[in-house]
């Protein structure tokens, strides 16, 4: 629709300039100038604008074949991905959501370097508003790629999504390991205790409910 309001305008204009008649529709020489430059001029600002959306649009089908793609597989794809990483991430207008998607699906995918980077930009972009459970999955996504290693950066994001959204399972959870390596075990089983009451699964529950029995008898030795 832009398109049309931009070429009826440039004709107009530029019809107005080479024909002083009233009749605007009469049809002669500058009537079809303006209407070939018209064209024309809508033409290129077209293809210059749309040309990094055209882009933009390819890769993104690239990641949708990537993501569903076995990991063994990747390979043929993963360069275009890695390229639309950079290109979202250094996008200036870009909306948060679009990343945290792009994020989420990395991250569902177990490609955690890439995810790492794309929640990197989101947190630095847009901290201060990024909700607790977003910092909550970004200090998950950062504990996985630091090979499963607290940082003062780590525990700082970590403290920060606790900050905000004080019940986030995952976030008391790691919170709880950081407090193990520290040998702050009632603190851990405290953290933990409290995390098994927000989390929706079963399984991850009993799991956690394990853990504690482990550490409990770690706390005994």
Same mark, same amino acid.
């Given at each position: 629709m832009i398109y049309l309001l931009i070429l009826i305008v440039i004709f107009f204009l530029i019809y107005y300039v080479l024909n002083d008649k009233k009749d605007y529709f009469q049809l002669n020489i500058p009537f079809i100038f303006s209407i070939f430059t018209a064209v024309l001029v809508s033409f290129i600002f077209q293809f210059y604008l749309s040309k990094g959306s055209f882009e933009l649009a390819? =890769? =993104?089908?690239?990641l949708d074949k990537f993501i569903i793609s076995d990991p063994s597989q990747r390979e043929d794809t993963k360069q275009d991905v890695e390229y639309l990483v950079e290109l979202l991430t250094q996008k200036q207008d870009v909306e948060a959501g679009e990343l945290y998607i792009l994020a989420k699906k990395l991250k569902n995918a177990n490609e955690l370097r890439l995810?790492? @980077?794309?929640? @990197?930009? $989101?947190y630095y972009r847009y901290g201060t508003d990024l909700d607790g459970n977003v910092i909550a999955e970004y200090a998950q996504v950062l504990f996985a790629t630091n090979g499963n290693k607290f940082d003062d950066i780590l525990e700082? $994001? &970590?403290?920060?999504?606790l900050k905000k959204v004080p019940n986030n399972p995952s976030a008391l959870t790691l919170k709880g390991l950081s407090e193990l390596e520290k040998n702050n075990i009632? +603190?851990?089983i405290e953290l933990w205790n409290k995390a098994i009451?927000? &989390? +929706?699964s079963e399984k991850e529950k009993n799991d956690l409910k394990v853990l504690i029995e482990v550490v409990k008898k770690r706390k005994k030795q």
């Open positions: 390819q =890769k =993104k089908q690239s995810s790492a @980077k794309v929640f @990197k930009e $989101i700082s $994001i &970590l403290d920060e999504s009632n +603190n851990t009451v927000f &989390l +929706n």
